[in-house]
Nanobody, 114 residues
Framework: QVQLVESGGGLVQAGGSLRLSCAASGSIFNLYTMGWYRQAPGKQRELVASITSSGSTNYADSVKGRFTISRDRAKNTVYLQMNSLKPEDTAVYYC????????WGQGTQVTVSS
C-alpha cells in the first residue's frame, strides 16, 4: 500500500476556489490510478474525479467543468482544482490510490458557505 497525505481543504464562499493536494509515498506512484472521493454528512462516499497512470481522467457529472484532477509525477502528488464551488460541494474529501488494493488518506474538510 501507499501512504497518502491530503492538504488544502478549508472554508470558502460559494463561487470561490480551492486546490487540494495529495502527496503519496513510494516509488511506484506512477502505476496507481489516483482518485478524489468525498463524503457529506449522512451520505455515502462518492467518486469526484480520477486519473489513471496514463493520464485519462473521469469526473462525476456534478463537478464536470468545475473541477480538474491532475498529477505531478516528479512530486508524487495528485491535485484537485475546484472552481465555482457550491454549498453542495461541502464534504470531507479523501484521496485514493488504487492498484490491486485501495489506499486512503485521512481526509480534508471542504466547507462552502452560501
Amino acid at each position: 500500500q501507499v501512504q497518502l497525505v491530503e492538504s488544502g481543504g478549508g472554508l470558502v464562499q460559494a463561487g470561490g476556489s480551492l486546490r487540494l493536494s495529495c502527496a503519496a509515498s513510494g516509488s511506484i506512484f506512477n502505476l496507481y490510478t489516483m482518485g478524489w472521493y468525498r463524503q457529506a454528512p449522512g451520505k455515502q462516499r462518492e467518486l469526484v474525479a480520477s486519473i489513471t497512470s496514463s493520464g485519462s481522467t473521469n469526473y462525476a457529472d456534478s463537478v464536470k467543468g468545475r473541477f480538474t484532477i491532475s498529477r505531478d509525477r516528479a512530486k508524487n502528488t495528485v491535485y484537485l482544482q475546484m472552481n465555482s464551488l457550491k454549498p453542495e460541494d461541502t464534504a470531507v474529501y479523501y484521496c485514493n490510490a488504487r492498484r490491486y488494493v485501495d489506499s486512503w488518506g485521512q481526509g480534508t474538510q471542504v466547507t462552502v458557505s452560501s
